[in-house]
């Protein structure tokens, strides 16, 4: 493992346990860990580097979940051992199997999403049972910076976040970068609640407040006594948690200076066969704003773009997401319109609504019925 482990950035005074124990801040960093052997490790570098305030002490819970195909969970232990004595390190188990997702986007998240509500929750009666101050959620795919924990202990809020976009690392037209903070948007969603959209534009330092994050956030123990809990939504798990914290009478924050990236690994959600040419890293990836579902924003790496025209690339990934069942076509597989910005490396493409089919006419049954014999007449002989 990482020469980086145990980290001098460690004070030796905060050994676990420690005579102090009482007076100190105890704050639970944890997170529900599964697929991500290929980032784990830098993702411990960073805990590892963390900087503990005076007076704080940091202790670590991972719940392993779901088949280990990348040895995730021997990491973890190792990452335990060679930590002894500076910063104490669980891991977990959990006893339920992850859902055997489907393709279907749509389907995907109504499956996973309750699943990963009942990991946090687990994450949240942890915190409670074992007398932490806080809770400090951080995903495992995310790259803390040294000074994280100081930031947001530093806010002195009841639920604080760090701000971070999805791959971070790969350039982005400017107009698709959105973070993990989103506000109520002036329209109601199509499901009758709130409808939230993405906070453009974010300073470069200093407080929001914000209706939604996650991903990672510092929790105070009394928004957790008080009962917010996650649970399941279509944009994710996170959300009822942040209607809730709000719903309690409690704010949520984000600091616009503290930025993570978030490092997703391989970008599954669609890869085409059409470019198996292209390293597994971005062939392409889809984004819906949830505002305007005839839209696709088509993030596209270089290599991808060289001798295609726009509207080539257009007919093969609809013939792609047709062939994989994603659910973000919705039935709609005409192009109405596209704009391919080939300096931002995107694809806009407005999708046809759908032609309404005329509703098939069941066949009537026709009543049979034996003719009568005409008048006067008697079969085979003629009347008299």
Request: charged share 25%; net charge negative; aromatic share 8%.
């Amino acid at each position: 493992m990482h020469p980086a482990w145990p980290s001098p950035a460690m004070d030796a005074g905060n050994a676990w346990p420690s005579p102090a124990m009482a007076a100190r801040k105890r704050i639970l960093l944890a997170a529900p860990v599964r697929d991500r052997g290929w980032i784990l490790p830098a993702y411990l570098d960073r805990v590892a580097a963390l900087t503990i305030p005076a007076g704080v002490e940091l202790d670590c819970y991972f719940l392993p979940n779901g088949p280990d195909p990348q040895g995730c969970e021997a990491m973890l232990e190792r990452f335990r051992d060679l930590m002894a004595g500076r910063l104490h390190v669980e891991v977990g188990s959990w006893p339920e199997e992850p859902p055997v997702t489907s393709t279907r986007e749509a389907q995907n998240r109504t499956q996973i999403y309750p699943y990963l509500a009942r990991l946090r929750n687990a994450l949240v009666e942890k915190a409670l049972a074992g007398g932490y101050d806080y809770l400090f959620s951080v995903d495992c795919d995310l790259m803390l910076p040294e000074d994280a924990l100081v930031r947001l202990l530093a806010a002195e809020k009841d639920v604080v976040a760090a701000t971070l976009c999805n791959d971070e690392f790969w350039s982005l037209p400017k107009r698709l970068r959105v973070h993990n903070v989103m506000r109520r948007a002036p329209f109601p969603a199509t499901s009758g609640g709130p409808a939230y959209e993405h906070i453009r534009g974010l300073p470069d330092e200093g407080l929001l407040e914000v209706d939604i994050t996650g991903a990672c956030f510092l929790i105070r123990r009394s928004v957790l006594e008080a009962g917010a809990r996650f649970g399941d939504h279509p944009f994710g798990e996170d959300v009822p948690f942040c209607e809730q914290v709000q719903a309690l009478g409690f704010k949520l924050f984000a600091d616009a200076g503290l930025r993570l990236d978030h490092i997703m690994g391989q970008h599954t959600w669609v890869t085409p066969g059409l470019l198996q040419a292209v390293p597994k890293a971005v062939p392409f990836f889809v984004q819906i704003p949830s505002a305007d579902k005839r839209r696709m924003d088509v993030l596209l790496s270089r290599p991808a773009m060289q001798g295609v025209t726009g509207r080539v690339m257009v007919r093969l990934i609809l013939e792609q997401l047709q062939r994989e069942g994603h659910g973000v076509l919705d039935g709609m597989t005409a192009v109405e319109s596209y704009e391919w910005d080939q300096g931002g490396e995107t694809l806009f493409v407005r999708l046809e609504e759908p032609t309404p089919q005329p509703a098939a006419i069941a066949p009537q049954p026709i009543e049979q019925t034996r003719p009568n014999p005409r008048r006067g007449m008697v079969a085979g002989q003629r009347h008299r």
